[in-house]
């Protein structure tokens, strides 16, 4: 692996490390923040103490900026290094300037509506600010380099964490009305689409695995992106190259009993 393939690593690290154990620690005082409503509700004493309300607040603010964010990380690796990138593009000498500052403006833009969306309080600041990093992440999302797969995009990981981006946006912008509304429309709402994010996230894990097997590394990508991924057919090579290279004075002990065929 080369520098440019460990980089594209953080992604999926940051998600194993940071955002999936929230999603667990969310969904843990979710449960008993319901719990704990329904008991208070039927004039029971529940022994599930009131912090794990705030609780569920404060780790489900942090879970919107962790999704988005890692999102970012994401699409940023992928519109610079990923196929047909700023970085392929400049050594075929079509990387347009224009295109450069107008990305890096989006990833601006949808950073700072983020951060004014944690601070807004009135209804229509929080719908455009919300409105605003929704649309930063599908206009990043649709550049070239990032690996999409639009014929599947039901089991793809772009779209999928895409949906599960703007479901958590959704979320944190109608913080203020579950607090306000008195008829738990909003509530319930919530609870539904966060139910729909939790499968959207398990199917994250499903198919970043898969990602991870199927981009290849840098110092591949000439000869496999050559292949016919409708057709699952690669061209055939050029030259008879032996399938192991000599590995010097001694083979590997695990390569014993192996035939190498030329």
Known sequence: ????????LIHPVLAIVVVFPIIGLVVNFA????????????????KIPP?????????????????????????????????????????EGKLDPFLVIFMI????????????LYCARQ?????IFATLTGMGLIIIGAQDGVWRLSAQWYWSHYYIGMAASLLMIFSLAIVEDIYKDRSHR???????????????FLGQAMTGSRDLLEIPLSWQKP???????????CPEPKSQTPLIE????????????????Y
């Open 105 to 116: 403006l989006m990833f601006f833009v949808t950073i700072a509506s983020l951060v004014c």
């Open 31 to 46: 449960w008993q923040t319901r719990q704990r409503r329904l008991e208070t509700a039927a004039g029971n004493k529940s």
């Open 246 to 261: 000599n590995f010097g004075s001694e083979t590997p002990s695990f390569y014993d009993g192996f035939t190498v065929k």
């Open 186 to 200: 909003w509530r319930i709402a919530h609870t539904i689409l966060n139910c729909i994010a939790l499968a959207l």
């Open 51 to 91: 912090v794990v309300g705030p609780e569920h607040l404060r780790l489900g603010r942090w879970l919107t900026g962790t999704v988005v964010g890692v999102n970012l990380l994401a699409l940023a690796y992928s519109v610079v290094y990923g196929f047909n990138g700023f970085v392929d593009k400049q050594k």
């Open 223 to 233: 000869a496999i992106y050559r292949c016919d991924f409708t057709n699952k057919t």
């Open 123 to 127: 209804a229509l600041w929080r719908g």
């Open 1 to 8: 692996m080369q520098f440019v393939d460990f980089l594209a």
